[in-house]
């Protein structure tokens, strides 16, 4: 019901960046016709212009009644993009934004109090289909509005639905950030192999490899990520030697990421207070 509402009232798409394009080949590839989406894009990629062809409206006029507008611009040119879609404001047309850190009332004074209004925040893998979007509407998005968007989010990953929007900060600093401190894992990683005698492409080999494998168990696996540390730390072993360190209380892992996804959220919360 939800592909046949937009393809019968349209798409609209503002920003094909980064998590714009990795949105949009998720929705062609799950069946959304490239006709009923229009996208708004002042710099668009060759891929995006070859997309034409197929009849994407590619900065063409918008429909008079779309579905859902997906707004996948970058928080800081969030006031420039949105007079272009402003006419779709106070009626039926949702609007869906991942930028992070703007709240609903942004759009909400933007658009109109009548707007139904979708605040997503989703994660990088989306652009290899692995993503994880948490998302909450306000009063005037239905169920069927609900759906409509998780429908969309789920062809990059997997969707949650927050209880409020105070929780979107913590989201934001664990799932939304979370992939930089796991890319930044890996490089160290690496660069610790590399102290101990490894070759640079062989430890960055093994980095990227144990720690995509371990995430892939971890996710997959009936046992809890700490019953499957306990099941590969073997007592006075190398497992356990490297933990005492990795799992001191004051200068381990744990108070490190504490800090690191504390100084996300806040953030998250100021740049809420400033749009």
Not at 31 to 40: K, M, R
Not at 162 to 168: D, I
Not at 219 to 243: F, I, K, M, W, Y
Request: proline residues 6%.
């Amino acid at each position: 019901m939800s592909i046949n509402k937009i393809k019968a009232q349209g798409l609209v798409l503002v920003g094909c960046g980064k998590m714009g394009s990795a949105l949009l080949a998720g929705w062609l590839d799950s069946g959304v016709e490239a006709g009923s989406i229009t996208v708004l894009e002042p710099a668009p990629a060759e891929w995006l212009l070859g997309l034409r062809a197929g009849g994407l409206g590619l900065n063409a006029a918008l429909p008079d009644r779309p579905a859902i507008a997906v707004i996948a611009v970058k928080p800081q040119v969030i006031l420039d993009a949105l007079p272009r879609v402003q006419a779709l404001g106070d009626g039926s047309t949702i609007f869906l934004s991942i930028a992070a850190g703007t709240p609903i009332a942004a759009f909400e004074t933007a658009l109109g109090p009548q707007t139904p209004i979708i605040r997503a925040m989703p994660n990088t893998p989306a652009a290899v289909g692995h993503s994880i979007t948490a998302l909450i509407g306000n009063a005037r998005v239905d169920e069927e509005g609900m759906v409509l968007a998780e429908t969309l989010l789920q062809t990059v990953g997997q969707t949650v639905r927050l209880q409020n929007e105070a929780e979107m900060d913590g989201v934001t600093a664990v799932s939304g950030s979370g992939p930089a401190y796991v890319f930044h894992l890996i490089e160290t990683l690496a660069a610790a192999g590399e102290e101990q005698g490894l070759p640079a492409a062989l430890a960055m080999k093994l980095a990227l490899s144990t720690v995509a494998g371990a995430g892939d168990l971890a996710e997959n696996a009936d046992q809890t990520p700490s019953e499957l540390r306990v099941n590969v730390t073997s007592p006075g072993g190398t497992t356990a030697a490297a933990l005492s360190v990795l799992m001191d209380q004051k200068t381990g892992l744990s108070p490190l990421l504490s800090r690191t996804v504390k100084a996300a959220a806040a953030r998250s919360r100021e740049l809420g207070k400033t749009s």
